[in-house]
């Protein structure tokens, strides 16, 4: 059963040469698999990699106090209803907005950057629609 986390675990650690390094100084190939240069010196911070996963666990979070008070039922549900709001078969010309989707992960109450500032790519309406469609449907 996963914790109650509130903020995203760090994420491992990954192995330097001095953490892989025999009695001779030299990385061990044979016991930690090849070197790799880019983890060494990869500069991602931990606040970054929290950040990004920051949803997921507060999703996470909601998902497992349900689960402890109503039973093993309601996650389930809800996973459920994500699922079913998710499938939305629209007009691939049409902007796509799935409030019912929102509302269930309780999003409908923030107002994102996406939600007021378009690219102007999406702003420009096509006008074949029945070419987008076949191009769709793969006819």
Do not use: C
């Not at 790799?36 to 990869?42: D, F, K, R, T």
């Amino acid at each position: 059963m996963d914790s109650l986390r509130i903020v995203p675990g760090r994420e491992a650690k990954t192995a330097t040469t001095q953490d892989t390094s025999n009695s001779f100084g030299l990385h061990d190939t044979l016991q930690y698999g090849p070197r790799s240069l880019a983890a060494e010196v990869s500069t991602n911070s931990n606040i970054k990699d929290r950040l990004e996963n920051w949803e997921a666990t507060q999703d996470n979070l909601k998902l497992q106090m349900h689960r402890q008070v109503f039973g093993l039922h309601m996650p389930m549900r809800l996973m459920m209803e994500r699922k079913l709001a998710s499938y939305n078969p629209h007009m691939p010309v049409l902007q796509q907005s799935n409030v019912h989707l929102d509302i269930l992960m309780g999003r409908d109450e923030t107002l994102d950057t996406a939600d007021f500032m378009m690219p102007t790519s999406e702003m420009k309406q096509p006008l074949d629609i029945h070419a987008d469609m076949e191009k769709k449907l793969r006819m």
